[in-house]
C-alpha cells in the first residue's frame, strides 16, 4: 500500500483500495485502506503549492542566497518591500488532495506547482519595510507600465526620501513585466543617487516577506463577522486590515530574511517552506 501511495499520491481512496485488491486473493474495503493508511501515518491534506521554478532560475536564486547570506537584520532593515496581490470576494478551497505524512509535506511528490493568474477580485499594491507599513493602493485596472510609473513616483519616491534621507535605502520589486519596462528602468536609474532598487531573483515569493502579509490579509478577511458582498466592501476591508497590522508580525518577518536565505542554499535553489 506505501509503494501505491509512493507511485500516486492524489489517488482517492477507492483507488487505492481497487488498486491494491488487484491480484489478491482476499480484498478489503476502503474502512480497512483508511485505517490502514492511518495508522502507517498518512493523512488526506491539501498539497503544499510552489512556484514552478526552472532550472536558469534556481542558479539565480542560488546566487542571490550567497551573496546575501552574511546580511544582518541591520542590512535588512534598509530594505523596502513591495508586490502586488489580488483579493477575490468568493475563494476557491483548492479541491486537490494528496496523501502524506506529517512530516512530508515539502516532498517534492507533494507539492503543487503554481503560475500566475488573473481573476476577479480587487488588486492592491503595497511596500513596507522594518521600520513601518507604506502604503496600500488599490489598483482599478491591470497594472501596467504607466499605472506603475505612478505608483512609482507618488509612493515608492516618498517612502525611501523618507525613511532612508542618507540613501541607503534598498527597494525590492518581483520581475513583473510592469516592473522591468524602460520607462520604469530610466525612471529608477534618474533617481539611483536616492536609493538602489535591489536586484531580485526571478520566481522567488518565498524571499519577499511581504507575501506573508498577504496571506494576514486574506485570514483576516476569511474570519470577519460581516463579508464583503462587493468589491466596494472588499476593498475597504482590505484598506482597513492592512492599517491594522502590528508592527511586530512585519518586523518578525524582516527578521526572518537570514532563514529564508538558508532554506535556499539548503534546496540549492528550489522550493522552501516559506
Known amino acids: 500500500m506505501g509503494r501505491l501511495i509512493q507511485a500516486d499520491r492524489r489517488a482517492t481512496l477507492t483507488e487505492i483500495t481497487t488498486r491494491y485488491n488487484r491480484g489478491m486473493q482476499q480484498s478489503i474495503c476502503e474502512a480497512t485502506t483508511r485505517t490502514t493508511l492511518r495508522r502507517m501515518g498518512y493523512n488526506s491534506r491539501r498539497p503544499h503549492r510552489v512556484p514552478l521554478i526552472s532550472t536558469t532560475n534556481r542558479k539565480k536564486r542560488l546566487q542571490f542566497a550567497r551573496a546575501h547570506q552574511n546580511w544582518t537584520v ?19 478551497d483548492g479541491r486537490v488532495r494528496i496523501w502524506r505524512k506529517q512530516n512530508e509535506n515539502m516532498d517534492p511528490s507533494c507539492l503543487v506547482t503554481t503560475v500566475q493568474a488573473g481573476g476577479g477580485g480587487v488588486m492592491v499594491w503595497g511596500m513596507f519595510s522594518w521600520h513601518t ?15 506603475y510609473l505612478s505608483i512609482v513616483s507618488d509612493h515608492v519616491h516618498p517612502f525611501m526620501t523618507t525613511m532612508y534621507p542618507s540613501s541607503d535605502g534598498y527597494f525590492q520589486q518581483d520581475n513583473a513585466p510592469c516592473h522591468k519596462a524602460r520607462i520604469i528602468s530610466n525612471w529608477f536609474l534618474e533617481h ?34 460581516v463579508h464583503p458582498t462587493n468589491l466596494h466592501q472588499l476593498q475597504d476591508a482590505i484598506l482597513s486590515i492592512w492599517a491594522n497590522i502590528s508592527k511586530e508580525c512585519f518586523q518578525h518577518l524582516v527578521e526572518s530574511m537570514a532563514r529564508r536565505l538558508k532554506a535556499v542554499l539548503k534546496a540549492k535553489g528550489g522550493q522552501t517552506q516559506y
Not at 133 to 147: D, Y
Not at 195 to 205: A, Y
Request: aromatic share 8%; net charge negative; glycine share 2%.
Open 133 to 147: 507599513l507604506g502604503p496600500l493602493v488599490p489598483i482599478g485596472h491591470r497594472l501596467n507600465a504607466m499605472a
Open 74 to 92: 541591520e542590512d535588512w532593515k534598509n530594505v523596502a518591500w513591495s508586490d502586488e496581490s489580488r483579493f477575490l470576494l468568493r475563494h476557491s
Open 192 to 225: 539611483d543617487n536616492e536609493f538602489t532598487v535591489l536586484k531580485w531573483p526571478p520566481q522567488s515569493p518565498d524571499l519577499n516577506p511581504i507575501e506573508h502579509l498577504w496571506d494576514v490579509v486574506e485570514r483576516e478577511l476569511r474570519v470577519l463577522d
